[in-house]
């Protein structure tokens, strides 16, 4: 991989004079997957809304860097962001049906993030959509897109907000728990779906999620946030020399060794066959 650096960051995060981040401080190189992991209230949504310079809309306060192609997302207007958002560095939600709007059509999403950043051409977006949908195993005709997300299932309305994300071709994607309210075997599909981006397009992601067992399967790195700061960072296939309790206690409680599921990660594509049986046990 290369040394440069895509994403560099180093923060204080607080709420109402709280602290809630203390110097945390993590690098994303071109094409990398970083998992971040923590139990719940460690800090880890709050990390997200820092990074896409969306805390100070939540009443938050950040302090420090965000560097992401060298330039500083701390020090940028609103309407700066705005522009980089959705093109340079774009986020997968959790609980999708909650994340797309209820009362409009799946087209209309890909139409108002298509036109926050590109001109009105009709072609051209009709296009981009058809192909993105391919991509990530959706029906691509128009039926399926006059749709609402009511109108289709959880794990669609999470292929749903991955094309949307990829819409643009950002170089940093943020993946915000986007397994945790799938099935097993879904969970199973849109890991491979994630993997398969990372490997073909290059684009690098942040991986957030409590699910150890998931990180392992699709990141190159893991770094471990515990109340507020982050305690350790490793390949996940050095996680032998983890030290720190809490990343000690989050390899224990995995069902197997890490270097059993790491085996899982060479069986290729799970894409329209049912996954092992053993993997699906993990995962639940």
């Keep these: 991989m290369s040394t440069k650096h895509l994403l ?3 923060i204080d995060a607080a709420y109402a004079g709280k602290s809630v981040l203390r110097d945390v401080r993590l690098e ?3 094409g990398e997957v970083l998992g971040l992991v923590g139990l719940s209230g ?3 949504s709050t990390l997200v809304l820092a990074l896409l310079g969306l805390l100070p809309w939540r ?4 302090t420090g860097e965000v560097m992401l192609e060298g330039e500083n997302l701390l020090q940028m207007s609103e309407q700066h962001l705005r522009e980089l958002r959705g093109h340079l560095i774009a986020v997968i939600p959790q609980s999708p049906m909650s994340a797309l709007n209820p009362a409009i059509s799946l087209e209309r999403h890909f139409r108002e993030a298509w036109l926050a950043h590109r001109g009105n051409d009709k072609e051209a977006f009709r296009q981009r959509v058809r192909d993105l949908l391919r991509e990530v195993q959706l029906p691509s005709d128009s039926e399926f897109l006059l749709r609402r997300p009511s109108q289709v299932s959880v794990g669609q309305a999470q292929r749903v907000l991955i094309a949307l994300a990829l819409l643009h071709d950002p170089m940093l994607i943020i993946a915000d728990e986007p397994t945790s309210a799938l099935d097993p075997l879904t969970q199973v599909q849109i890991l491979d ?3 398969k981006l990372n490997r073909d397009r290059g684009t690098a992601l942040l991986y957030v999620s409590h699910d150890l067992v998931s990180v392992l399967q699709l990141s190159h790195r893991m770094a471990v946030l515990d109340a507020g700061t982050l305690v350790e960072t490793l390949p996940v296939n050095e996680l032998n020399r983890a030290s720190h309790p809490t990343t000690m206690a989050l390899l224990n409680a995995l069902p197997a060794p890490p270097d059993v599921l790491l085996g899982y990660r060479n069986l290729g594509s799970l894409q329209g066959r049912a996954a092992p049986s053993s993997f699906s046990k993990m995962l639940k």
Excluded: D, T
Excluded at 59 to 62: D, E, L, N, S
């Design 28 to 30: 994303i190189e071109p």
């Design 8 to 10: 560099r960051v180093c």
């Design 193 to 195: 779906l994630l993997k």
């Design 42 to 44: 460690a800090g880890k």
């Design 59 to 62: 009443g938050g306060r950040v």
